[in-house]
């Protein structure tokens, strides 16, 4: 018998590789750029900042433990019924609590090739099996999840639109891939960037939970409404699903400022539509200028970018990044998600903007 001399986590737990969040920083640069995050560059709602604030004499207080303020204003904005509404503390932890409760040892889980990390993390901290559908050109591809799917499956994640792409299906084909699913499995729409698509044939999923039993749609207010730092996120789901995560949540999952600031900013419409107007007039922008300076850039519906750099030597993805990071601009290098030779880029506020393709222009010029 093997005498152990400290507690010893499960088997499979050790094996699994940290996530790891993209540079925030770089020493020896007078201002820096962090677009590395797809954070907004209009900051949070003053009205959100405001409600945060008048908690700060009530911190002795714990929380609603139900949220029930933030899931009315919830399903006030977008019609819906607020009990089939579930908080969390960003939306990675309703990703977990739904993998958690639905995923055991040796089931399966799909997500496509460049899909979020945290569904592989999530699966494989359940003790399932992480199975990989790949894309076609960088995007989602229904038929490959549907190829994927065996009896062992239990969930299947679709981010849509995909970080760190920036691509998406149309709603006709998410309707599909639910179709072609067994009722059993769970299919989660991970729709953090829903805000920002422009698209007509796009839909976040709100239609297709109304309407089934084994849909769950996830958002987050850490992208357009600027509350990363407060980690809030929220799903809409079955009410057999939505009874599920509420009794394996922790009790008081959401603190007391990230539900005062949420309920004000899902209000302020007006900082939404200002964070819409920037992002259609910049993300075009630099998706065109990149592209003039010979750099293959990911049509994207997000607030960010995917840039391919060549494999030449001084040329890389590698040597791109030290680069712009000596001159304070931060990207995210993307290798864990299968793509060394390309770095993300978050929309930036005007300057950023410029500079970061100044910058890139002078990389490539060497």
Known sequence: MTVLDRPQPRPG?????????GKSGAKGTAKIHKLSSNETPLGASPKAIAAFKSIADKLELYPDGASTALREAIGAKFGLDPARIVCGSGSDEILS???SAYVGPGDEGVFTTHGFLVYKLAILAAGGVPVVAPEKDLTADVDAILSAVTPKTKIVFLANPNNPTGTYIPFEEVKRLHAGLPKHVLLVLDAAYAEYVRRNDYA?????VSTSENVV???TFSK???????RLGWCY??????????RIRGPFNVNGGALAAGIAAIADEAHVSDAVAHNERWLPWLTTEIGKLGLEVTPSVGNFLLIRFPNVPGRTAKDADAFLTERGLILRAVGAYGLPDCLRLTVGDEEANRLVVEALAAFMKG
Do not use: Q
């Not at 789901?237 to 509420?246: K, R, T, Y």
């Open 13 to 21: 737990v050790l094996a699994i590789d940290p996530y790891v969040p």
């Open 97 to 99: 609590l739904l993998t």
């Open 204 to 208: 976040a999923g709100i239609e297709l």
């Open 217 to 219: 749609m996830t958002r």
């Open 224 to 230: 357009i409404y600027g509350l990363a730092n407060l």
């Open 237 to 246: 789901a079955p009410a057999s699903i939505a009874d599920a995560l509420n």
